[in-house]
Structures are given as C-alpha cells and as structure tokens.
C-alpha cells in the first residue's frame, strides 16, 4: 500500500520558536494533503487542506500565519508552527489523497509537539 | 455536509468475548464510511473501509462492520476480543469517490480489553 512518512516523530522547541513538519508521500503523487489536529485523548480536526501549487484552505478558527502550509511539489507539504506557545503543543497528523479511483487517503505518522 | 456519532466514548468487554463500537452518521451525499484504529502513541491504522460494494466489509485483525443505510449506521464488530485490540477507534466519514475532500471523524471509542 501506498506510505506516507511524516518528520520529525516527535520534537520539542522553546517558546518563541518556530518548527517546521514535513509530510512525504514516498511511492505516489498527492494533489492534495491535508493537516489535522489531535489533542490528547480527542479525535482528529481539520486545519487544513493543501493543494499542490495552490494556497492552503484553512479550517475556521487555524490561524494560517501561524501554521505556515506550503505544498511545493506532489509528494511534500509542510506545516511550519510559527512563534510556538505550549498551547500549540499537539499531536499534528498528515494525509495525502491520490486523487484518483479508488481515491484513497493514506495517513502519516504523525508528529508530537512539545513547547515548552 | 456529513457527520458522525460515535455512541459510546468508552467500551469495555473481556478477552474472549464479541466486540460492539457503534457508529451512526449523516451525509448530503452517499458515503464512504471508514473505521480507524490508534493504539497510545500512534498513527492510525485503517481497519476497513465501505465504498458502496457489498454492505458487510471484513477488515483486517478479525473485524467487520454493516452498513445499514436505513438505520445509517456502520457498527464495528468482531466475535472474539484480544488484548492487543486495546485502543481507540475512530469511524470516519467522506463523500463516495471524492478523494480530495477531508475526511470527518468521530469523537472516538476508547476499547478496554480486560483479561
């Protein structure tokens, strides 16, 4: 099956900082990736999707000049935590779509951030 | 727009006994009904998924699902639990053959296997 490879697993950056998080997918091409959100012992939430070439759709209330999304080619997005708070700190989960039949998503990882 | 309702936020059955995760959902549109599985620390691992084929999907480590269409449900199942079932489980949600639209999850059912 199809790999999606997310780094780092896991990080921990001071207050103030700001960290970058890859998402690959390593054997197909991704038009779209999208970014989720899991606090602990909660369920997953859209930030964003991210469409190659194109600017990131944000979910309603993500802050896009704080989580900085970039879709540079077909098998890479990032999301870069800017100025991080502990807040911010989270379980930050990618996918990728191939796009086409069967139209399958394919997860990541994910990576743990820490802020302290 | 699509939705789901996980029923239970919390199962606990013995080793050895059936497995029962409920799930019901809403969408505009028919659906594509995926199940999840995320042990502590982990990403999540597809165990199924229905995409309009037949209505009882067998997935991966013993476990199925129906998709009831007029009960708009698609409960988790499997006959016999083992303590490596342990975990939290997510029924999802996204339009048929839309593969670029987001996925909708569940709030989730954290399982407890007691020996």
């Known amino acids: 099956g199809a790999v999606v490879s997310q780094h780092p697993s896991w990080v921990i950056c001071k207050s103030g900082t700001s960290v970058k998080i890859e998402c690959r997918s390593l054997?197909?091409?991704?038009?779209?990736m999208f970014w989720y959100r899991q606090f602990p012992k909660q369920s997953l939430m859209l930030m964003a999707t991210?469409?190659?070439?194109?600017?990131?759709?944000?979910e309603q209330g993500v802050e896009k000049d704080k989580f900085l999304i970039n879709h540079a080619s077909l098998t890479l997005s990032t999301l870069t935590v800017t100025s991080a708070h502990p807040e911010d700190s989270s379980f930050y989960i990618c996918?990728?779509?191939?796009?086409?039949?069967?139209?399958?998503?394919?997860f990541g990882p994910g990576t743990r951030l820490t802020v302290t | 727009a699509q939705s789901v309702t996980q029923l239970d936020s919390h199962v606990s059955v013995s080793e050895g006994t059936p497995v029962l995760l409920r799930c019901n959902y809403s969408?505009?549109?028919?659906?594509?009904l995926f199940w999840y599985v995320q042990h502590p620390n982990k990403g999540l691992q597809l165990l199924l998924k229905?995409?309009?084929?037949?209505?009882l999907v067998k997935g991966i480590n013993g476990f199925e699902a129906e998709f009831k269409k007029s009960e708009t449900s698609f409960h988790l199942t499997k006959p016999s639990a083992h303590m490596s079932d342990a975990a939290e489980y997510f029924c999802?949600?996204?339009?048929?053959?839309?593969?670029?639209?987001?996925?909708?999850f569940g709030k989730g059912t954290r399982l407890s296997v007691i020996a």
């Open positions: 229905y995409t309009s084929a037949a209505t």
């Open positions: 054997d197909f091409q991704a038009t779209t």
């Open positions: 991210s469409n190659e070439g194109s600017k990131a759709t944000y």
């Open positions: 999802v949600v996204t339009p048929l053959n839309s593969g670029n639209t987001p996925l909708v």
């Open positions: 996918s990728a779509a191939t796009g086409t039949v069967p139209y399958e998503q394919y």
């Open positions: 969408s505009s549109y028919s659906p594509s």
